[in-house]
């Protein structure tokens, strides 16, 4: 690194889609060695900008929603995009738009919306009973109920946030400055 110390940081080049699949000038990567090496030197910075560190310099990524997205494996635990398997969960929201929002230790995370099925099933009211879906908006006649996520040993409670709010309600910059 000694030899390049003034890399200009990279903008615009890369971007992650809401299903986990990293894109290159807008198309799809799919050279499996290339992913493998971006998803190992994944991070972010301390204003919440979301990069690929490659050697010297840093590869700012675009995000079309969250900086993580979340999959359900063939055994039903959750994974992030990168291959991490996911322990616990922090937080749980749905978004206006019908998207399931998880928090875990490093930080906001879409839902595939492949996967929202299983993990609507989940999804519970006080009662315990899984919500019809005018109640998956977060209310019912206009009053607020609650709602809680029950995954694996963990519940819970189900906020709400409208998608516009998202970036700046979980801490991340969803398109880096310079793109």
Known sequence: MAKWPNVPHC????????RGRWLLDGRPLD???LIA??????????AGNWFFQNGP?????ALEYTPWVFR???????????????????AAWLDDVGNLLLSWQHGAALLDDRDLPTMFDAIRDASGAIPG????AGFID????KLALHWRTQKLTLGFLRSADVPSQLGYIRVPAGT
């Open 11 to 18: 903008y615009g080049w890369l971007a992650l889609n809401r």
């Open 31 to 33: 050279h499996p060695n």
């Open 37 to 46: 090496f971006i998803n190992r030197n994944y991070g972010r910075d301390g």
């Open 57 to 61: 310099q840093r590869v700012y990524v």
């Open 72 to 90: 359900l494996t063939a055994d039903g635990e959750l994974e992030s995009h990168t291959g991490i398997a996911v322990p616990a969960l922090d």
């Open 133 to 136: 879906e005018p109640t998956l």
């Open 142 to 145: 206009g009053k607020p109920i």
